[in-house]
C-alpha cells in the first residue's frame, strides 16, 4: 500500500510561515490530496484540500493565509502557511483522497502527522 510522509513542521512564531511538504511512495494523479489538523482535544478538522484537476478549497480559517498545491511528477502536495496564528497550532496530516477510483482498488492514505506549533 502506499505510503505518505508529511515532513515541515515545527515551531513558529506568531505571524511566521512554515511550508509542509507530503510525499507519497506512488504516483498521485488519481487522488485529490488534502491537508487536515488536528488539536489537542479536538476532533480533526479540514485545512485544505487540492482535487486532480489542481481546484481548491479551503476551511475559512485558512483562506487568505495558506496556499495547497501539488507537484503530480514530484509524488508531492505541500501546504504554505503564512500568518500563521497561536490558534494554527496542531497536528497537521497529509490526506490522499481516491474518490471514485475507489473502484480501481485506490484506497485513501492518511500520513503519519506533523506538529506544528505556533508560539512566541
Known amino acids: 500500500q502506499a505510503q505518505l510522509v508529511e515532513s515541515g513542521g515545527g515551531l513558529a512564531q506568531p505571524g511566521g510561515s512554515l511550508t509542509l511538504s507530503c510525499v507519497c511512495s506512488?504516483?498521485?494523479?488519481?487522488?485529490?490530496m488534502g491537508w487536515y489538523r488536528q488539536a489537542p482535544g479536538t476532533q480533526r478538522e479540514l485545512v485544505a484540500t487540492?482535487?486532480?484537476?489542481?481546484?481548491?478549497n479551503y476551511a475559512d480559517s485558512a483562506k487568505g493565509r495558506f496556499t495547497v498545491s501539488r507537484d503530480n511528477a514530484k509524488k508531492a502536495a505541500y501546504l504554505q502557511m503564512n500568518s500563521l496564528k497561536p490558534e494554527d497550532t496542531a497536528v497537521y496530516y497529509c490526506?490522499?483522497?481516491?474518490?471514485?477510483?475507489?473502484?480501481?482498488?485506490?484506497?485513501?492514505?492518511w500520513g503519519q502527522g506533523t506538529l506544528v506549533t505556533v508560539s512566541s
Open positions: 506512488e504516483s498521485i494523479v488519481s487522488y485529490a
Open positions: 490526506n490522499a483522497d481516491p474518490g471514485n477510483f475507489r473502484a480501481f482498488g485506490f484506497v485513501e492514505l
Open positions: 487540492i482535487s486532480r484537476s489542481g481546484n481548491t
